[in-house]
């Protein structure tokens, strides 16, 4: 599974920049604490991954004391979700990383996993959402996310259109995981952002080898 996801505040919605960025993250095919494996922690830089772990058959639900493995040229990072689903790897060295979720074996969820990249300056914002162990990847189509293209001022909220598709055409009953790359906003797990400061950022919605991609403005 692999995902090209590249995104920073770039200063002007709509150009060159944006071309390339969606373009990068179109070709798609993911994750998030501190503590250190073999081969060295990852280094500290200006670029930031926090988020949260959910279900993706039911994202109210957190999914508490999942193991998650973030990797980069070599260097690990390990963390667990708290008792609210929440993590956070805190500062990193920009780059292309590699994300893995192990749920507890309680949970019942399949293994997740998904790569990105992440820019300098960037702060990415992931809501994981683990599929159930025994769903079938191999009926899902493509994953939707409507509008391709928004904009908000501070303080309003936009509100996106997302499902994952099955072999009939219609909404599967689970959700596509969620990476937000540029802090504009709070962005919840119903695809609901609340616009929060000016910029622009790449929302992309995932599930194995399909993702979908929104470009967002925020004005003041």
């Known amino acids: 599974m692999k995902a090209d996801t590249p995104?920073?505040?770039v200063r002007r919605a709509g150009g060159p920049r944006w071309l390339a960025l969606t373009a990068l993250v179109v070709a798609l095919g993911a994750c998030g604490g501190r503590n250190s494996l073999t081969g060295g922690s990852i280094p500290v830089g200006r670029a930031s991954l926090k988020g949260i772990v959910v279900r993706a058959e039911n994202t109210n639900q957190r999914v508490a004391g999942a193991t998650l493995t973030l990797s980069r040229d070599g260097a690990v990072n390990v963390a667990a979700s708290a008792a609210d689903g929440a993590f956070d790897f805190g500062r990193l060295a920009a780059g292309r990383f590699s994300c893995r979720i192990d749920p507890p074996v309680a949970a019942f969820l399949d293994e997740w996993k998904w790569d990105f990249d992440i820019e300098d300056d960037q702060a990415a914002y992931l809501i994981a959402a683990?599929?159930?162990k025994d769903f079938n990847l191999s009926t899902i189509t493509g994953v939707t996310l409507a509008p391709a293209t928004a904009s908000a001022r501070v303080g309003e909220t936009l509100a996106f259109t997302l499902a994952v598709v099955d072999l009939s055409g219609r909404p599967a009953a689970i959700r596509p995981s969620?990476?937000?790359?540029?802090?504009?906003g709070e962005l919840s797990p119903d695809g609901r952002l609340k616009a929060t400061r000016p910029g622009t950022a790449l929302l992309v919605a995932w599930l194995d080898r399909?993702?979908?991609?929104?470009?967002i403005t925020v004005n003041p």
Do not use: E, I, Y
């Open 130 to 132: 683990l599929w159930p």
């Open 210 to 215: 399909h993702a979908a991609v929104s470009r």
């Open 178 to 184: 969620l990476l937000l790359l540029g802090d504009v």
């Open 7 to 9: 995104g920073r505040n």
